[in-house]
Each structure stands twice: as structure tokens, then as C-alpha cells.
């Protein structure tokens, strides 16, 4: 498999950690609800994502759940030194697979502890606040009192660095007056790029961005434009995207997920990807109108 370090490195806080990393998001059943199909192919994918040199596994203890926590510690306890997880709090699932707010400094506390458990760790390494206001797009409101809360836990040494997620850029200069912010974790992608101006703006703090669905919500045209751009470079649509976004910006970290150790393989073989002028002018165009998510 290809070495995701040619990707290059970026430090989250202290934590120095691979530009290629890993979402477990899809490890778990469908709608991110349950147990996997096949646990043995689940545990072969993270298995395989370290194995690929990644060092920077993206998590929730909502997403199953605890079912996804509780297959990386299967899969990589005890954990290697070089190797991060990120984890996220601000949610709970219901019975019927429903997404709720979480976000009390108690349900915080609770959550903190659940990651810990289910993970096998002392201290969380990163944990990200996902702002729950609107499950669609980011939308302002006040988000103080959460991460007041967080940044208590970080005080009683649970929780070594803190991120948000699914925010808007007032959001994160609210964050970052009450705490130090290591990473900001929303959607973004060729077709969605309201984020421009945020991620140039944590670029020059040292902040990273990561951004989720590197194929999300495009348009026919959009996508056939990708797919166009694909057949220029001998890649996969996919693979095409990732290398964008890695070419975007330093401070971008990407975190594909998959079930498959295949689609593992493929993911990572984007950071061989440089993708020249004319490509990247013609993929420019296609988030060249904002959007409104």
C-alpha cells in the first residue's frame, strides 16, 4: 500500500499527525447505527490504516453507538505512541438511530468518559465539540457554556487539546477566546466552499481544518466535471478530490472513511496525486459559485 506520510505531516497541538488520516464513521452499521455487517473486515480496515503509516484516526463514541470505539481498541489497543485519535462529543443517538443534542456540561462530562472507556485511553487526545443547532449546516449560536465545560475536563486532564466542529467562523473565534483550538472539522469539498476564507485565515494560526463528504452534494454537472478531471489524471473521482483538498491549503487534514480495505488502498494512493495547473483550474470552476448548504 502506498505511504500515506507522502502526504506530509501537521501538528494538532503537540500531536504531530498524518495530512492522510482515517474516519471510522462507516465501520459502524447502517446510518452509522449498530454493529457492522462483518466485524472481521471492520477490524482489517483499521488494522490496515496504521499499517498504511496513518497516524490520525478520526471517532465518536455516537456513532453505533460505541460501536466504532469499541473496534479500534479491538483492532490497535494497545495504541502506538506515533498514533492520534480524535474523538467528538455534542450528541447522542436514540433508539430509533435519531441523532439528539447532548451538550450540557454534564452529558459533556458523561461523553468524555464513554470515549475513555470504550477506547481503552486515560486521556483523549483531541476532542472535537460538534455544535448541534441545525444537523444540516452550520448555524450561530452561542456555544460558550459547552466549551466552558470542555475546557474544564481539559483542565482535570481528561481531554489534552480541543476542536469544533460544524461551525461557523464566529463560532470559532468564540471558541478560540475561551480556549485553544487545535482543529475545526466541517464540510467542505470542490462544490462547497464557504469555508475558503476560514481555512486561510486557520492556516496562518497553525489551525487545522478537516474537512467531511469530499464527495458531498454535487450536482450532475459538478460531478461529471470531477469525473472528466479524473480520466485527465488515470484516477478515481475520489482520489481526485482528496488530492484537491490537499493541495488546498497545508493545514488541511483529510479523514476518508470506508469499510474497505480496497477503498483504503485507493484513498491513500491520492497523496501520489499532484495534480497540475489546467486540472486544478478546471476543478477551481466548479465551486467557483458559493453555495448556500
Same mark, same amino acid.
Given at each position: 500500500?502506498?505511504?500515506?506520510?507522502?502526504?506530509?505531516?501537521?501538528?494538532?497541538?503537540?500531536?504531530?499527525?498524518? =495530512?492522510?488520516?482515517?474516519?471510522?464513521?462507516?465501520?459502524?452499521?447502517?446510518?452509522?447505527?449498530?454493529?457492522?455487517?462483518?466485524?472481521?473486515?471492520?477490524?482489517? !480496515?483499521?488494522?490496515?490504516?496504521?499499517?498504511?503509516?496513518?497516524?490520525?484516526?478520526?471517532?465518536? $463514541?455516537?456513532?453505533?453507538?460505541?460501536?466504532?470505539?469499541?473496534?479500534?481498541?479491538?483492532?490497535?489497543?494497545?495504541?502506538?505512541?506515533?498514533?492520534?485519535?480524535?474523538?467528538?462529543?455534542?450528541?447522542?443517538?436514540?433508539?430509533?438511530?435519531?441523532?439528539?443534542?447532548?451538550?450540557?456540561?454534564?452529558?459533556?462530562?458523561?461523553?468524555?468518559? $464513554?470515549?475513555? =472507556?470504550?477506547?481503552?485511553?486515560?486521556?483523549? $487526545?483531541?476532542?472535537?465539540?460538534?455544535?448541534?443547532?441545525?444537523?444540516?449546516?452550520?448555524?450561530?449560536?452561542?456555544?460558550?457554556?459547552?466549551?466552558?465545560?470542555?475546557?474544564?475536563?481539559?483542565?482535570?486532564?481528561?481531554?489534552?487539546?480541543?476542536?469544533?466542529?460544524?461551525?461557523?467562523?464566529?463560532?470559532?473565534?468564540?471558541? =478560540?477566546?475561551?480556549?485553544?483550538?487545535?482543529?475545526?472539522?466541517?464540510?467542505?469539498?470542490?462544490?462547497?466552499?464557504?469555508?475558503?476564507?476560514?481555512?486561510?485565515?486557520?492556516? =496562518?494560526?497553525?489551525?487545522?481544518? !478537516?474537512?467531511?463528504?469530499?464527495?458531498?452534494?454535487?450536482?450532475?454537472?459538478?460531478? $461529471?466535471?470531477?469525473?472528466?478531471?479524473?480520466?485527465?489524471?488515470?484516477?478515481?473521482?475520489?482520489?481526485?478530490?482528496?488530492?484537491?483538498?490537499?493541495?488546498?491549503?497545508?493545514?488541511?487534514?483529510?479523514?476518508?472513511?470506508?469499510?474497505?480495505?480496497?477503498?483504503?488502498?485507493?484513498? !491513500?494512493?491520492?497523496?501520489?496525486?499532484?495534480?497540475?495547473?489546467?486540472?486544478?483550474?478546471?476543478?477551481?470552476?466548479?465551486?467557483?459559485?458559493?453555495?448556500?448548504?
Amino acid at each position: 500500500m502506498t505511504d500515506a506520510t507522502r502526504a506530509g505531516n501537521f501538528k494538532l497541538g503537540d500531536l504531530d499527525v498524518t =495530512r492522510m488520516g482515517y474516519g471510522a464513521m462507516q465501520l459502524a452499521g447502517p446510518h452509522v447505527f449498530g454493529p457492522p455487517k462483518d466485524r472481521a473486515a471492520a477490524i482489517a !480496515v483499521l488494522r490496515a490504516a496504521v499499517e498504511s503509516g496513518i497516524t490520525h484516526i478520526d471517532t465518536s $463514541d455516537f456513532y453505533g453507538p460505541h460501536v466504532t470505539n469499541e473496534l479500534i481498541r479491538e483492532a490497535l489497543h494497545p495504541y502506538a505512541d506515533a498514533l492520534t485519535i480524535v474523538t467528538k462529543v455534542g450528541a447522542t443517538r436514540g433508539s430509533d438511530a435519531s441523532w439528539n443534542v447532548a451538550s450540557t456540561a454534564a452529558e459533556l462530562e458523561s461523553a468524555v468518559h $464513554d470515549n475513555l =472507556r470504550n477506547l481503552g485511553l486515560d486521556v483523549l $487526545d483531541v476532542v472535537n465539540f460538534r455544535v448541534m443547532f441545525n444537523v444540516v449546516a452550520p448555524t450561530e449560536g452561542d456555544i460558550e457554556a459547552p466549551l466552558t465545560a470542555l475546557a474544564e475536563l481539559q483542565a482535570k486532564g481528561l481531554i489534552r487539546h480541543i476542536g469544533v466542529s460544524h461551525v461557523t467562523a464566529n463560532q470559532v473565534a468564540q471558541a =478560540r477566546a475561551i480556549t485553544q483550538i487545535v482543529c475545526v472539522q466541517n464540510m467542505y469539498n470542490l462544490a462547497h466552499r464557504n469555508d475558503d476564507a476560514l481555512i486561510d485565515s486557520l492556516a =496562518r494560526d497553525g489551525i487545522a481544518y !478537516v474537512p467531511f463528504f469530499p464527495l458531498g452534494r454535487f450536482s450532475p454537472l459538478q460531478a $461529471d466535471a470531477l469525473s472528466h478531471a479524473a480520466e485527465q489524471c488515470n484516477a478515481t473521482p475520489m482520489q481526485v478530490a482528496l488530492a484537491w483538498l490537499l493541495q488546498r491549503s497545508p493545514n488541511v487534514l483529510l479523514i476518508p472513511g470506508t469499510s474497505s480495505v480496497e477503498h483504503l488502498k485507493q484513498n !491513500v494512493e491520492s497523496v501520489k496525486l499532484d495534480l497540475p495547473d489546467d486540472v486544478l483550474a478546471s476543478l477551481d470552476k466548479i465551486g467557483s459559485a458559493k453555495t448556500e448548504d
